[in-house]
């Protein structure tokens, strides 16, 4: 059974500084997908960023971005320049023909 | 805006009562999702409809059911209700319900308290 392990239950970061949230996850497929969702005080299930496990290349948008390690099965979120609105839960996820498994989350704080 | 209604926004009930809870996908998608988040607790898959068949069981509790209509919107039943329902139950729509890997988009929720 495919499992994801989010480590770190809170970390906190200073406004304008970097931060790293750090996933793994547990599959014998080659072929799946992985996602970032952002979970702010409203409960809004938020699409932060996806990656396709075929894609050598880590996707970005804007100031999030992540590093895809295949082989090592990672898949950590790096925020850049943090503002106090990236402040929520953030879950990372895995998808295997739309079945999609969540880790336990990662309450980040942002400190002004 | 995801595009993915649900209704209501909240419910209040009573233990041992039952409650329906409503979603519409996102136009064109046939794939309806759902899930429920405890407090301060990851998201527990339910159940996933692809066309108005049932697709994927998750950790669904007998007491509780789905269907999808022919519109593609969908309800999910929960009877009997204990203490421990209390939840958010989230609604996800996608493009496809099979081998195509699609990214799920969420709804509101409905947040449902059991008194």
């Known amino acids: 059974a495919q499992t994801v392990t989010q480590s770190q239950p809170e970390m906190s970061v200073q406004e304008a500084e970097t931060v790293t949230l750090s996933c793994t996850y547990d599959t014998s497929e080659s072929d799946y997908y992985l996602f970032w969702y952002k979970q702010p005080p409203s409960r809004q299930m938020i699409l932060v960023i996806r990656q396709e496990a075929y894609k050598q290349q880590n996707a970005t948008e804007n100031r999030f971005s992540v590093n895809f390690q295949k082989a090592a099965k990672s898949f950590s979120l790096k925020i850049s320049d943090s503002q106090l609105g990236d402040a929520a839960m953030y879950f990372c996820a895995y998808s295997l023909h739309n079945d999609m498994r969540f880790g336990a989350g990662t309450r980040l704080t942002v400190k002004p | 805006d995801s595009g993915v209604t649900q209704t209501p926004k909240h419910l209040i009930t009573a233990t041992g009562q039952r409650v329906t809870l409503r979603c519409s996908p996102r136009s064109g998608d046939l794939s309806v999702y759902w899930y429920q988040q405890s407090l301060d607790q990851g998201l527990q898959f339910l159940i996933q409809?692809?066309?108005?068949?049932?697709?994927a069981k998750g950790n669904i509790l007998e007491r509780f059911s789905a269907q999808q209509f022919p519109d593609l919107h969908s309800e999910l039943n929960l009877s009997s209700l204990e203490l421990g329902d209390s939840a958010l139950y989230f609604c996800a729509s996608s493009v496809g319900g099979g081998r195509q890997a699609n990214e799920q988009f969420f709804g509101p929720g409905t947040r449902l308290t059991v008194l």
């Open positions: 409809y692809y066309n108005g068949e049932e697709r």
